[in-house]
T-cell receptor, first 113, second 116 residues
Framework: GDSVTQMEGPVTLSEEAFLTINCTYT??????LFWYVQYPGEGLQLLLKATKADDKGSNKGFEATYRKETTSFHLEKGSVQVSDSAVYFCALSTGTGRRALTFGSGTRLQVQP | EPEVTQTPSHQVTQMGQEVILRCVPISNHLYFYWYRQILGQKVEFLVSFYNNEISEKSEIFDDQFSVERPDGSNFTLKIRSTKLEDSAMYFCASSEGRGGRQETQYFGPGTRLLVL
C-alpha cells in the first residue's frame, strides 16, 4: 500500500541555519505530494504541494521538489527562524477516485535563537 | 480567511459511552473528511463524505463509527461505544471538491478525545 517515510525528529537548529527534512514515499500511480505544518495548538496547514514529477512547490521560503526517480519530496529552507518551530508532515494523495491523504509520522523542528 | 472549526477542543468520556465530535467545514466546500492521530503515531485517514454519502473509508472506520451532515453547516463523527484505543486527536478537513488528488484539504484544529 501507499506509505510515507519521514526523518525522525526532533530537529534542533539555530536561527538562520539551513533546513532539510527528508521525505520518501511508496505509492501506486502518480501521487500528488504535500507538506503540511502544525504550529502549537493549531490544526494542520498546507505549506506547499507538487502534483507531478519535477514540480517544485514553494511557500514562505520553504521548497520541495517532486523527484520521481528517487521517490522523494524533501523539504528545504535556506534560513530558518524561531517562528518556523512546528511539526512538519509529508503526505501524498494517489487520486484515481481516492482523496485520502497518507501521512508520514511528522518531524518536529525546534529553532533556537 | 475561512477556516474549519471543531468542537469540543477536548472531550473526556468513559469506555462504552457514545461521543459525537462536531465540525463546521468551509462553507463552499463539497468534500469533508475525518482523520485521527493516536499519540505518537501517524495521522490516519478515517472517512471522506460527499453529496451526503460516504465516498471512501479506511479499515479503521468500522461499524462503531458513523458520519452525518445533519444540516447545511455541521459535519459530525459519532463513535457509538468508545474503546480505550479510540483515544486520539481527531481532525476534520474539507476541500472544494473540484481538484481530485491535487486538491488541498483544509484542516481544523482537532478534538482531543480521551477514553477512560
Amino acid at each position: 500500500g501507499d506509505s510515507v517515510t519521514q526523518m525522525e525528529g526532533p530537529v534542533t537548529l539555530s536561527e538562520e541555519a539551513f533546513l532539510t527534512i527528508n521525505c520518501t514515499y511508496t505509492a501506486t500511480g502518480y501521487p500528488s505530494l504535500f507538506w503540511y505544518v502544525q504550529y502549537p495548538g493549531e490544526g494542520l496547514q498546507l505549506l506547499l504541494k507538487a502534483t507531478k514529477a519535477d514540480d517544485k512547490g514553494s511557500n514562505k521560503g520553504f521548497e520541495a521538489t517532486y523527484r520521481k526517480e528517487t521517490t522523494s519530496f524533501h523539504l528545504e529552507k535556506g534560513s530558518v527562524q524561531v517562528s518556523d518551530s512546528a511539526v512538519y508532515f509529508c503526505a501524498l494523495s494517489t487520486g484515481t477516485g481516492r482523496r485520502a491523504l497518507t501521512f508520514g509520522s511528522g518531524t518536529r523542528l525546534q529553532v533556537q535563537p | 480567511e475561512p477556516e474549519v472549526t471543531q468542537t469540543p477542543s477536548h472531550q473526556v468520556t468513559q469506555m462504552g459511552q457514545e461521543v459525537i465530535l462536531r465540525c463546521v467545514p468551509i462553507s463552499n466546500h463539497l468534500y469533508f473528511y475525518w482523520y485521527r492521530q493516536i499519540l505518537g503515531q501517524k495521522v490516519e485517514f478515517l472517512v471522506s463524505f460527499y453529496n451526503n454519502e460516504i465516498s471512501e473509508k479506511s479499515e479503521i472506520f468500522d461499524d462503531q463509527f458513523s458520519v452525518e451532515r445533519p444540516d447545511g453547516s455541521n459535519f459530525t463523527l459519532k463513535i457509538r461505544s468508545t474503546k480505550l484505543e479510540d483515544s486520539a486527536m481527531y481532525f476534520c478537513a474539507s476541500s472544494e471538491g473540484r481538484g481530485g488528488r491535487q486538491e488541498t484539504q483544509y484542516f481544523g484544529p482537532g478534538t482531543r478525545l480521551l477514553v477512560l
